[in-house]
């Protein structure tokens, strides 16, 4: 007899994903695991808390905090990698190099959850080995119900783990207050009007042509239009990260793209268009279940 032993929510992914339409792409899901197997004389299959532990490692070494696009895409060195992708119906190009880590290739034509997940199971069942029949992997994305989705790409530098890689991403939503009133008008001109849907996050002092990109701005913040492109590049301690991107895919920031520092801003912008004696509330999320809250009152 074989048992299927499930753990829903067993780790969360935060990756980017190169979309043949859209580019660069955020994304979160949580990690759903069943193991297929028979279980052993006192019928137990597989401790939890080693499972928990072993999908969890595994996940995090191999696709977490990374560009995910398919294998053979990028020009491959020892610890290097360095890609030059075209996509969309204006044949954008995105332009990204860094240390070897930083990217997760998978074995398909295009990236979708279900390769995604397709991969996992693969690489699951090559860890495991012989102790299961097999391994199953389910990759969700959070329920936001009517929620705008806002699909967010950064990279920080001074981060000292995973975090500083330049292309990782998320998909939430983002809430907000004003005088303690939910507004769900505002929540929608935030993520669908004024940041697009689908954006890279960058703060301006790691922008190579900063002084191009500045005069094209209205202000110290935005998305440049008026310039063609948008150059990233910063020293993390992985290694050198590089990028350009059609200027139309990037949000300047004049300071680090933390999720404290995005819901502060948020916050800001907020108040700028309902009025200074408004009470702001503004809860961002970075990925799933985590993220900051900025008040202004």
């Given at each position: 007899?074989?048992?299927?032993?499930?753990?829903?929510?067993?780790?969360?992914?935060?990756?980017?994903?190169?979309?043949?339409?859209?580019?660069?792409?955020?994304?979160?899901?949580?990690?759903?695991?069943?193991?297929?197997?028979?279980?052993?004389?006192?019928?137990?299959?597989?401790?939890?808390?080693?499972?928990?532990?072993?999908?969890?490692?595994?996940?995090?070494?191999?696709?977490?905090?990374?560009?995910?696009?398919?294998?053979?895409?990028?020009?491959?060195?020892?610890?290097?990698?360095?890609?030059?992708?075209?996509?969309?119906?204006?044949?954008?190009?995105?332009?990204?190099?860094?240390?070897?880590?930083?990217?997760?290739?998978?074995?398909?034509?295009?990236?979708?959850?279900?390769?995604?997940?397709?991969?996992?199971?693969?690489?699951?069942?090559?860890?495991?080995?012989?102790?299961?029949?097999?391994?199953?992997?389910?990759?969700?994305?959070?329920?936001?119900?009517?929620?705008?989705?806002?699909?967010?790409?950064?990279?920080?530098?001074?981060?000292?783990?995973?975090?500083?890689?330049?292309?990782?991403?998320?998909?939430?939503?983002?809430?907000?207050?004003?005088?303690?009133?939910?507004?769900?008008?505002?929540?929608?001109?935030?993520?669908?009007?004024?940041?697009?849907?689908?954006?890279?996050?960058?703060?301006?002092?790691?922008?190579?042509?900063?002084?191009?990109?500045?005069?094209?701005?209205?202000?110290?913040?935005?998305?440049?239009?008026?310039?063609?492109?948008?150059?990233?590049?910063?020293?993390?301690?992985?290694?050198?990260?590089?990028?350009?991107?059609?200027?139309?895919?990037?949000?300047?920031?004049?300071?680090?793209?933390?999720?404290?520092?995005?819901?502060?801003?948020?916050?800001?912008?907020?108040?700028?268009?309902?009025?200074?004696?408004?009470?702001?509330?503004?809860?961002?999320?970075?990925?799933?279940n985590k993220g900051a809250i900025s008040y202004?009152?």
């Amino acid at each position: 007899m074989s048992i299927s032993l499930f753990c829903d929510h067993i780790s969360v992914l935060d990756i980017a994903y190169f979309d043949k339409t859209k580019g660069l792409v955020g994304a979160s899901y949580q990690v759903n695991v069943e193991f297929v197997g028979k279980p052993d004389e006192e019928g137990i299959l597989i401790d939890f808390s080693l499972a928990k532990k072993a999908v969890k490692n595994i996940i995090d070494e191999i696709c977490d905090h990374r560009f995910v696009l398919p294998k053979g895409m990028a020009k491959l060195t020892e610890d290097r990698f360095q890609l030059e992708l075209s996509y969309g119906a204006k044949s954008q190009q995105l332009y990204y190099e860094g240390p070897r880590q930083a990217i997760c290739e998978i074995p398909s034509q295009y990236v979708s959850t279900n390769h995604i997940a397709s991969y996992l199971e693969q690489e699951m069942s090559n860890h495991f080995g012989e102790q299961f029949e097999q391994v199953k992997i389910q990759l969700e994305e959070a329920n936001l119900g009517t929620k705008p989705i806002l699909n967010y790409t950064h990279g920080l530098k001074q981060h000292y783990g995973n975090c500083q890689r330049l292309f990782h991403g998320h998909h939430n939503s983002v809430d907000i207050w004003v005088n303690e009133e939910s507004r769900s008008d505002l929540e929608s001109w935030l993520v669908r009007d004024h940041l697009k849907g689908n954006i890279h996050f960058c703060f301006v002092e790691n922008i190579v042509n900063k002084e191009q990109v500045l005069d094209s701005l209205e202000g110290e913040y935005g998305i440049p239009n008026k310039c063609p492109f948008v150059e990233i590049k910063y020293q993390g301690n992985q290694g050198m990260f590089r990028s350009i991107l059609p200027s139309e895919e990037v949000y300047v920031l004049p300071i680090e793209s933390t999720v404290e520092n995005l819901s502060s801003h948020f916050a800001k912008v907020i108040q700028s268009k309902t009025g200074p004696k408004d009470r702001i509330k503004v809860k961002a999320y970075e990925g799933i279940n985590k993220g900051a809250i900025s008040y202004i009152s």
